[in-house]
């Protein structure tokens, strides 16, 4: 199968970039392809230009959101690997969306009903964050994550999501934690064919 991972995190020390290296790595044993897209080292502009939004109802993105646009539909699976940050993903991640998933290409209208254009593919979400799931449930805010992500992103473009991990507490969390976390992570990675 074909995998890319999209990734948005600053510190190549961070959590997130050793769920990354597990993906790629355990992909990678199991005979799939791995492409990765690191936004931060891409230099990516998560900029939404005037430009831009004219172009996409037009039918015409910038070359560097063409490029990235041909790494989605030579997917099979996307993985997007990111922290929440604000409750939220980091701006970066948002402005590649804006750009990226553009309109034409990751959904659009027929007769005012809007449609996914990515479907017979599969995500899935890695997310940390610094609260606790118990906080983030008695405010709502778990439920608000996978509404705003996966319902108004993922699958409003028409990605199956095959799973959505949120690890808590990971500014503040033990190496056993982590290393059950990758486990976990490696034995889904493992069953993918």
């Not at 593919?121 to 709502?140: C, D, P, T, V």
Request: glycine share 8%; net charge neutral.
């Amino acid at each position: 199968m074909k995998h890319l991972v999209i990734y948005a995190h600053p510190n190549q020390d961070s959590l997130n970039n050793h769920f990354r290296k597990i993906v790629e790595n355990t992909l990678r044993q199991n005979g799939h392809e791995v492409i990765v897209r690191d936004l931060y080292q891409l230099g990516f502009n998560p900029i939404l230009s005037l430009d831009d939004m004219m172009g996409q109802r037009m039918g015409t993105v910038s070359e560097e959101v063409r490029k990235e646009q041909g790494y989605i539909s030579w997917a099979d699976t996307i993985t997007f690997i990111y922290p929440i940050w604000w409750t939220g993903m980091p701006a970066i991640m948002k402005g590649y969306i804006d750009r990226v998933f553009s309109y034409g290409f990751a959904y659009r209208y027929d007769q005012g009903i809007q449609k996914g254009l990515l479907t017979g593919k599969s995500a899935y979400i890695i997310n940390s964050h610094g609260k606790s799931h118990l906080e983030y449930e008695q405010i709502g805010m778990d439920k608000a994550l996978v509404l705003t992500s996966d319902k108004g992103v993922y699958s409003y473009c028409g990605l199956t999501i095959k799973q959505h991990f949120f690890f808590d507490r990971a500014d503040r969390t033990s190496g056993q934690t982590v290393a059950t976390w990758c486990t976990g992570l490696i034995e889904t990675y493992m069953k993918e064919d």
